[in-house]
Nanobody, 118 residues
Framework: QVQLVESGGGLVQAGDSLRLSCADS????????MGWFRQAPGKEREFVAS????????KYADSVKGRFTISRDNAKSTGYLQMDSLKPEDTAVYYC???????????WGQGTQVTVAS
């Protein structure tokens, strides 16, 4: 039911910011937890951040703590990932995910490329 579409990626310089969006055109977004994952060339997909369905609790990978902020607007069926102080190692395809809990994501977007130049 969920159809997730990421947007907001692009090419930036180290230290810049980007805001990724994850729009859901399927099931009721507010009923599901959401998260962001990323996959860099030659690496496995890794967890970035997650948020519970009500937006009360959030978690972040150690590599992005203090720099990234996950949020959601259930009325707009949209999730966000604010990315500040970007580093070259943040370069990856970023994927939005949704599911019944933050440990059970079962719907995924197609990804949006984020490239951070040094």
């Amino acid at each position: 039911q969920v159809q997730l579409v990421e947007s907001g990626g692009g090419l930036v310089q180290a230290g810049d910011s980007l805001r990724l969006s994850c729009a859901d055109s399927g099931r009721t977004f507010g009923r599901y937890a959401m998260g962001w994952f990323r996959q860099a060339p030659g690496k496995e997909r890794e967890f970035v951040a997650s948020i519970t369905r009500g937006g009360v609790n959030t978690k972040y990978a150690d590599s992005v703590k203090g720099r990234f902020t996950i949020s959601r607007d259930n009325a707009k069926s949209t999730g966000y990932l604010q990315m500040d102080s970007l580093k070259p190692e943040d370069t990856a395809v970023y994927y939005c995910a949704a599911g019944p809990s933050t440990v059970a994501f079962d719907d995924w977007g197609q990804g949006t490329q984020v490239t951070v130049a040094s």
